[in-house]
């Protein structure tokens, strides 16, 4: 088997310490010293190694191998295999028909999203990076989901929440992660109860809630008496020490 320059960086990529257990100092050298000696961003680097080393078509193989890189060598904010868990607990137990994702970025949990989602059921996923966005689309059809499954909208969140209903004919949300930035958790949150795509029983999985946390989400919902409600606790993706957690919402309308 032929060894290109690519598998030799990898490896030696792979060999190093995750940057991320360094002190700060060290992670920003190890930045820099990446994306000058690659010319690539650090998601542009992930989506080079998962291509050249997952199994196309196989969204198991490529979430692995997305957590490797991730693990072992740099830290990219996906959901990760922990809490990847507890969301895939929901999505089997609430078997959603229509799914919406605000944030991308690389296209892993979309990938993870997609692959326990129901015959039938579709995707529409938010990036507003034009970058991300471009690197999650690769990500998605390398998984082997095509447009009827997966949708990709490139805009801002608050932008694409209000035409929903219109632009892309939805009657209800089964289910919503989010996953993007976290100051715009409570207002996405709120443009959601005011468009009536939220149903009873909807669900609502929000990410990093704890750290670095979505204290203005977290009061919305206690004070809106809209959900029954409960915190997931977890530590941060690819991390041993940093408390984290992913509130659970449910739907239940005006009482």
Known sequence: MTTTTHDNHSAFLLSLPNIYSQSPISCCVF????????????????????????????????????????????????????????MDRMLSEHCP?????????CGYSTVRIAR?????????????DAINAAIAEKIIRLAGFDD?????IVSP?????????????LERLDFVFMDHWKKCYRPDLQALEGSGLLGKGSVV?????????????????????????????ATLEYSKGIRDGMAELVYQGIK
């Open 116 to 128: 326990a989602l129901p015959l039938g059921a579709r995707l529409y996923s938010v990036e507003m």
């Open 31 to 86: 930045r820099m010293w990446y994306d000058c000696t690659t010319g690539l961003s650090r998601e542009e680097r992930a989506f080079q190694y998962v291509l050249t080393h997952a199994i196309p078509g196989d969204p198991e193989s490529i979430l692995e191998t997305f957590d490797l890189w991730c693990s072992k060598v740099e830290f990219i904010s996906n959901i990760g295999p922990k809490k990847g868990k507890i």
């Open 97 to 105: 028909l229509t799914v919406l994702e605000l944030g991308s970025h």
């Open 205 to 233: 999985l929000a990410d990093n809630v704890l750290f670095p946390g979505a204290p203005n989400f977290l009061r919305h919902v206690r004070k809106s008496g809209l959900y029954e409600w409960k915190i997931h606790r």
């Open 148 to 152: 009827d499954t997966v949708e990709l």
């Open 157 to 169: 969140s608050d932008e694409v929440i209000p035409r929903l209903r219109a632009d892309y004919g």
